[in-house]
């Protein structure tokens, strides 16, 4: 049977072994991670201890010629919400498999910031390496590399350093960059390469962001950046490695061709004709339109007749000049590997997705895509995760805008333009350089409300703001935490959502930030809605355990179990990822990560403001009548769908500790 492989290295010492783990019962690198922090009980220590592993790997069948499976998995525990977090990058496996490892778990701290180089051959593991940079040196090369900065200016800086042993490896390096040892938010950056140029391949940049990864890396353990790469091939059987026999064998468990199937699940993201766009930002726009959270969510206090108005000045000057530049297939790619998909849409030489560009764009007020394009490259070049920094940029400027916060304590010089009634797009733009001002700033900047926000996060942040300004809380009768949305997790620890109007992403649950939830826009009994959540969590869990691409579930929930067999494990694949989520969420109770009620008001009406939104009109009363008791009563009743599906504890959700 089919081992997992997992390369330990300690960075402090150099030293490295491979532990085999057997499967069924590790099957990726979500379970190899959960088994590797129980060993080392970092749960008991501060997020930033050198026990606190960054596990990152491959699923099972990297290696194989199955479209959408080169997703390289990260799995760590999060400076943000205290707890065990996942996240991952697409395409990166495809060449980090022939390293020799499904994964690496990267422990201990290094006395100077390392890149470690894992080098691969045909038996697997031939060595790793060492490399080291002084901060000056790394502090240099953020400032500035080839015309770029931060992480991507690194990025350009190891292809040349390492050519040779990236050209050797066919390896594509992976970098944190200066968000990474500053604040809470950062990212793991990759870039595909070109190999035959020895370049950087556009629009094939992805990230491993939420939850703070990047930071993790830097602050725990000192590590600059991962080579990982070589000349291995896994032990696969020939089914998977044989493009005609793999595709003749998948036809009748599927019912159609094979890449029919895969055409049909991923046409949202290639191209929908019936749309004329492509990709996440050219789908979500037309099919969410008012439903769409913008303006710091304060879109879900407007009437639908106006948030149509506003929609449509969106669409005009922010959607439509992507679609009409990415209609040209030249301008799609994938993430690095071989993909009938080709995702990734570029639109000026930038990838542009719906997640980042919404955060820096509509959620800030900005609705011209020229302007959330640069504030996206440098968030992304400053290794931020994008999807939280618009949330934290989205709240500062409307803390100035509410007079909680003055200009000049962020570093501005004058107040944002977030009333949506303006109508006026040039006057929103102001907010475009304004927000590219608070992003350096939480870097470079000499604030000291903004090191608060970098250094502990928009909970613990928020909390201290309102006893620092508590006048200016009182007069304008708002607390800076009534202003951002996020799930609390036990004292300080926190999360906040993707950018869709829904319950779903604001539930107790263990692992949020993520697509592990029911994200529609919709509003039903909670016990019915929890149904929902339960089935999505187990799905989300079992691919992305799998290394595969979400974008592919469409075709892949439905075979996974067969998958599996055909590759000689017999696997419950529902009830595995049943029981290894319940074990996070018993780590998370060991770290003192469990959930606690919404505190936020902005939290709280993202929730009630749909039963009004359809109109249900016993929940619309007893929130009328009840507010906070009725909300209460809503989380509890879904919540216990949830603990009992997944056989938490009783008190895993308590609305005090």
């Keep these: 049977m089919l081992d997992y492989k997992v390369l330990r290295i300690d960075v402090n010492t150099g030293n490295w072994t491979i532990e085999l783990y057997k499967t069924p019962e590790v099957l990726g690198p979500i379970d190899a991670g959960i088994v590797i922090h129980e060993k080392l009980q970092s749960w008991n220590k501060d997020v930033f201890d050198p026990s606190n592993a960054v596990v990152i790997g491959a699923g099972i069948f990297a290696g194989s010629k199955l479209f959408g499976t080169h997703r390289l998995v990260a799995i760590f525990r999060s400076p943000e919400s205290k707890g065990l977090h996942i996240s991952a990058m697409g395409g990166a496996a495809y060449r980090f498999i022939g390293c020799g490892v499904h994964a690496i778990s990267i422990e201990g701290r290094s006395e100077k910031p390392a890149i470690i180089i894992v080098k691969g051959g045909s038996q697997g593991v031939e060595g790793v390496e060492l490399k ?64 035959n140029k020895m ?48 595709f003749n064998l998948l036809a009748p468990l599927l019912g159609k061709n094979y890449v029919s199937s895969v055409n049909e699940a991923t046409i949202k993201y290639r191209f929908d004709s019936k749309i004329g766009a492509g990709g996440t930002f050219g789908v979500n726009y037309p099919h969410y339109r008012e439903f769409l959270p913008i303006f710091n969510y304060n879109s879900i206090y407007i009437s639908r007749l106006l948030r149509k108005r506003i929609i449509d000045i969106l669409l005009e000057n922010f959607w ?79 803390a100035v805008y509410r007079g909680l916060l003055m200009p000049e304590e962020l570093g501005l ?95 107790p649950i263990p692992v949020t930030g993520k697509y592990w939830t029911n994200y529609t826009s919709t509003f039903t009994e909670p016990e019915e809605f929890a149904k929902t959540v339960v089935v999505r969590i187990i799905k989300e869990y079992a691919i992305e355990n799998a290394g595969l691409c979400r974008f592919h579930r469409g075709w892949a929930e439905k075979i996974l179990n067969k998958l599996y067999g055909l590759m000689g494990i017999e696997v419950d694949i529902d009830h595995h990822s049943k029981e290894m989520y319940r074990k996070i969420a018993e780590y998370n109770i060991k770290a003192g990560a469990k959930p606690r009620l919404l505190e936020s008001t902005r939290a709280k ?44 504890p009783p008190d895993w959700f308590k609305e005090k500790e």
């Design 605 to 648: 009406d993202v929730i009630v403001s749909l039963a009004y939104e359809f109109n249900i009109a016993e929940w619309s009363k007893k929130f009328s009548e009840s507010y906070d008791e009725a909300l209460k009563e809503w989380i509890n009743r879904a919540t216990k769908v949830v603990v009992e599906q997944f056989d938490l």
């Design 413 to 507: 010089n004058h107040k944002p333009a977030l009333d949506p009634m303006l109508m006026n797009v040039d006057e929103w733009a102001k907010n475009a350089e304004l927000a590219e001002k608070i992003l350096y700033n939480l870097i470079h900047g000499p604030s000291n409300v903004l090191k608060i926000v970098a250094t502990r996060g928009v909970r613990a942040a928020s909390k201290y703001l309102d006893e620092v300004y508590a006048e200016r809380v009182r007069k304008t009768g708002m607390k800076f935490e009534d202003l951002i949305v996020y799930q609390p997790y036990g004292d300080e620890g926190y999360m906040t959502p993707n950018y869709y109007w829904t319950p779903g992403l604001l539930l």
């Design 320 to 398: 439509k000049p992507f679609k009409v530049g990415i209609s040209n297939p030249k301008t799609w790619t994938t993430c690095g590997e071989p993909c009938p998909a080709a995702c990734k849409k570029v639109w000026l030489g930038k990838k542009t997705d719906y997640e980042p560009f919404n955060g820096l764009g509509p959620m800030i007020g900005v609705m011209k895509i020229e302007l959330t394009a640069r504030l996206v490259d440098l968030a992304d070049q400053l290794g931020f995760d994008a999807i939280t920094i618009g949330h934290v940029v989205a709240w500062l400027l409307e």
């Design 132 to 195: 080291y940079m002084e901060y000056e040196e790394l502090e240099k090369v953020y400032n500035g590399y080839k015309g770029k900065i931060g992480a991507y200016a690194l990025i350009e800086h190891i292809l040349d350093v390492y050519r040779d042993v990236i050209a050797t490896l066919k390896a594509r390096p992976i970098v944190v960059g200066p968000a990474s040892w500053k604040t809470i938010y950062g990212a793991l950056i990759s870039i595909d390469v070109n190999f």
């Design 199 to 246: 370049s950087i391949a556009e629009g094939s940049e992805d990230f491993a962001a939420r939850g703070g990864i990047g930071s993790v890396l830097a602050q725990a353990h000192n590590v600059v950046a991962i080579i990982a790469g070589g000349g291995y091939k896994p032990q696969l059987p020939i089914e998977f490695t044989d493009a005609v026999k793999l």
